[in-house]
């Protein structure tokens, strides 16, 4: 009885021991089952392959060029290094200002000479209806603060630049080589000419996020034709109540996402009810310009700072959570920007928000224009620019 109950249970243990991998008494591997390594050559096949088509092989299979291993992140306990966001380095200035900026110049004659302040808006910005407001009209210079709401001006659009550089120069002398080397347009005479339609260019700045130059281009003639019919004559932009009574399904037809065609018709619609105004946006204060824009769907912090700066031409503009700017000013405070890059660090990963205020803070009330210098540091050797002192 108890030899048949012994070939039951061995009957039973052995096939299970049989599908285990055997190991050896000194605890090494031994080669694996037949199944395992078919398994195993199969991933190594794929892997070829895949290599294969990598390095442009697929007709001719048989020559690989050889791929170096990529090393194991784990081994010493530290992750692989990613790129920065797109942020605007120098190269990109031009880039980001397109939006928010119309380059509608009259050309044909000088610029006129007209008071500004560096914390109002200092562009010539155009309501829907076509009228063109400044912020300083004719005899307004003459009349207090606190009759006009403004502060008094403190120059001219012909004088401004040069004041804001001298003044950037006697807090740091370095400046002057940056300035000389990259003269600044945007606050030009010419520059502050340019005539703004803040609604346009707030649109257009919802257009152009997280595409290329040329897919937001081709997706803002699509809007704009939307609102002309085919063989009128030019193609005017729509105003915000033409574009808060159209549908979202026919906005998408330019090749707006669902998402980006909400915003465009909530920001149409602040303006169409008058939440956001021509006259809102010239006289408010930068502060009370970024509180109202913040709250638009579709607007960030970096949006709203690029469109004061490029668009409305305040001149205390400095948006810290650019990395660019990060980058720039770091450099320039002699930093090694290289090191700092290779130990990442988040958001503040060259200077922290506060170290950015506290260095830019004299250079108020021109910050904007130090902030397109900072963009402009790796253009220009630091050291350099210490030896010019």
């Known amino acids: 009885m108890s030899l048949r109950r012994s070939n039951r249970v061995a009957s039973i243990v ?50 690989k060029v050889p791929v170096t291993p990529r090393k194991n992140s784990r081994s010493n306990g530290t992750k692989l290094s990613q790129k920065p966001p797109l942020t605007p380095t120098p190269s990109l200035v031009n880039v980001i200002r397109a939006p928010y900026s119309t380059g509608d110049i009259n050309g044909s004659s000088p610029p006129p000479d007209r008071p500004v302040e560096p914390h109002v808006t200092n562009a010539t910005l155009v309501t829907p209806g076509g009228t063109q407001k400044v912020a300083y009209p004719n005899g307004l210079p003459e009349s ?3 009759k006009t709401g403004l502060p008094r001006p403190t120059a001219t659009t012909n004088t401004i630049l040069e004041q804001a550089c001298n003044h950037l120069i006697s807090v740091d002398p370095r400046l002057k080589v940056l300035i000389e080397t990259h003269p600044c347009h945007i606050f030009s005479a010419r520059g502050l000419a340019e005539q703004i339609d803040p609604f346009r260019s707030l649109t257009s700045g919802i257009i152009g996020q997280q595409v290329s ?61 008058g939440e956001l ?69 988040g958001k503040w990963k060259y200077m922290s928000e506060q170290d950015m205020l506290d260095k830019s803070a004299p250079f108020a009330p021109y910050r904007s224009l130090f902030m397109w210098y900072m963009w402009r540091v790796e253009d220009v050797d630091v050291d350099v620019m210490q030896s010019a002192v």
Not at 34 to 57: P, Y
Not at 312 to 319: G, N, V, Y
């Open 14 to 63: 052995v096939p299970a021991a049989a599908a285990l991998p055997a190991v050896s008494i000194n605890g090494s591997k031994k080669r694996p089952a037949n199944g395992q390594a078919e398994v195993t050559n199969a991933k190594k096949s794929k892997l070829e392959r895949q290599q294969s088509l990598t390095n442009g092989d697929n007709d001719e299979p048989e020559f």
């Open 144 to 146: 207090s603060p606190s």
């Open 213 to 273: 130059g040329a897919a937001a281009k081709s997706i803002k003639n699509k809007f704009v034709a939307l609102f002309n019919e085919e063989g009128s004559d030019g193609a005017h932009f729509p105003t915000p109540a033409q574009v808060a009574a159209t549908d979202i399904a026919r906005l998408r037809l330019a090749g707006l996402s669902q998402r980006k065609a909400e915003y465009i018709q909530g920001l149409a619609e602040k303006f169409a009810t």
């Open 277 to 345: 105004t021509t006259d809102m946006l010239m006289r408010a204060t930068d502060e009370e310009v970024m509180e109202k824009l913040i709250a638009v769907r579709g607007l960030g912090k970096w949006s709203v700072e690029m469109f004061a700066c490029f668009g409305l031409k305040r001149l205390d503009i400095l948006s810290t959570g650019d990395l660019g700017v990060q980058r720039g000013m770091a450099s320039f405070y002699g930093k090694d920007v290289k090191k700092l890059k290779a130990k990442g660090g």
